[in-house]
């Protein structure tokens, strides 16, 4: 009778191949992402990703409106609208923060400004088919009546539009209430919210 030897391994290979370790992989650079501080005085409440995604959906489709962002803020907003495959080549955000100009420079340009200012400087000479927004709270009427002054179609056939994060105290005439936010949206601001939408003929 015919044993297999204790030693050999029948219809397996007696070596397998080994990378050498004098070769390792190449190296692959890990790009660390620099968190962003929100200083308190900034008024900046982040707006949450799921909120930030329905408030661009609520603009309306995609196309070539120039579209503007009053307060960039962490760039929420923007990240939202550049997901939805809106051009970057069409927003302008405007932030006064010097500090959170610096983390908005990578997705265009910004204008360094207040935007109280801004609005009553361009106001009649720049329009916007479509404005979103999440504007300081305790300033919201003047940011949403500035916003406002610059709702315009600019050349397209259907009405300009603003879509804001504003507090549910905020009242205007022709707002459209589009939901009210859960309490927790904000907990560090202590606001109850909703988002509205306000469109110009």
């Known amino acids: 009778m015919n044993r297999p030897a204790m030693y050999t391994r029948p219809n397996k290979p007696l070596s ?12 692959q650079p890990v790009e660390l992402v620099q968190p962003v501080i929100v200083d308190a005085a900034t008024e900046c409440h982040t707006t949450p990703d799921s909120v930030a995604r329905r408030m661009v959906e609520y ?9 503007l962002e009053p307060s960039a ?3 929420q907003l923007i990240r939202a609208l550049l997901a ?11 932030e006064r923060h010097i500090g959170l100009c610096g983390h908005l420079y990578r997705y265009g340009p910004v204008i360094n400004r207040c ?39 600019g050349g397209h056939a259907e009405p300009a539009t603003l879509v804001a994060l504003v507090p549910v105290t905020f ?9 009210e936010l859960p309490p927790d949206t904000f907990p560090t601001a202590r606001v109850f919210t909703k988002i509205i939408r306000i469109e110009s003929a």
């Open 16 to 27: 397998i191949p080994v990378k050498n370790r004098r070769d390792p992989a190449p190296f």
């Open 59 to 67: 603009l309306g489709p995609q196309g070539d409106y120039l579209t």
């Open 73 to 75: 803020g962490t760039g």
């Open 84 to 94: 939805s495959g809106h051009s970057g080549n069409e927003l302008t955000m405007v």
């Open 115 to 153: 935007f109280l200012e801004y609005a009553a400087e361009v106001k009649g000479a720049a329009a916007f088919p479509r404005i979103i927004m999440n504007p300081p709270f305790r300033k919201v009427r003047a940011h949403v009546a500035a916003a406002e002054s610059l709702l315009g179609r």
């Open 171 to 179: 009242k205007h005439d022709r707002a459209e209430t589009l939901e």
